[in-house]
């Protein structure tokens, strides 16, 4: 049974999320799963536009810790929402964390609810945001970025909104993006897909530079003693060792 439920409205394929056992988290199957999904809508002649969201109440945990993807897969999986010639738009209804943020990175335009919260929890763990940097860093506003990265405080929509990680928040996620679905529509496939290319350059840059860099950083920390200590801790509900 696939985790990415597939619907269709009017060219706009919805792919949700749907791997509630896990708030999301990006496990080894769960990313398998959206990458077919993906490859199967940039094929379709019949998808103007990719609507990426989630079931539950958390469009995506992170790293499932007991069943993590490879980062190289998730390399390969940011890429392909970067690279897919038709525009991927993430709706965001719930709550953000860790590896989820890189989805929402990688997609052209994110709109998220008033009630959403994010947070970039890795070093909390013992980790980096390593792979996910890779559409995060060319988007992002450099100064909150660091903030948060070196913090893993918890922020909500609007601050998400103001630092280019989300493009706009509303109470009603689906009032905020009918008009972006609506202009994609009317849009022509061949300009959607020149004019997306443009848009995404910069991002490709920093994939072609530093992938291997950072797919061997992330390997090395989730392998590292403070890694499964944080995990550990993570896990049983208590603070890890290094908590002051």
Known sequence: MSLVGRTRDRGVETLTLDSPHNRNALSSALVGDLAAALTDAGKDTGVRAVLLTHCGNTFSA????????????????????????????????????????????????????TASTFAFTEVRIGVAPAVISLPLLPRTD????????????RFDAAEAARIGLVTAAGDDVDAVLEPVLDGVRRASPQALAETKRLLTARVLEAFDRD??????????????????????????????EWVV
């Open 62 to 113: 992170g790293a499932d810790l007991r069943d993590p993807p490879d980062p190289d897969a998730l390399v390969v999986l940011l890429r392909q929402i970067v690279e897919l010639p038709k525009p991927v738009v993430a709706r965001v209804a719930g709550h953000v964390r860790a590896g989820g943020l890189g989805l929402l990175a990688a997609c052209d335009i994110a709109g998220a609810s």
């Open 142 to 153: 450099p100064r909150a970025l660091a903030r948060h990265y070196l913090t893993g405080e």
């Open 211 to 240: 992938a291997a860099d950072l797919t061997a950083l992330s390997a090395r920390l989730f392998a590292s003693p403070q890694a499964r200590e944080g995990m550990t801790a993570f896990l049983e509900r208590r603070d890890p």
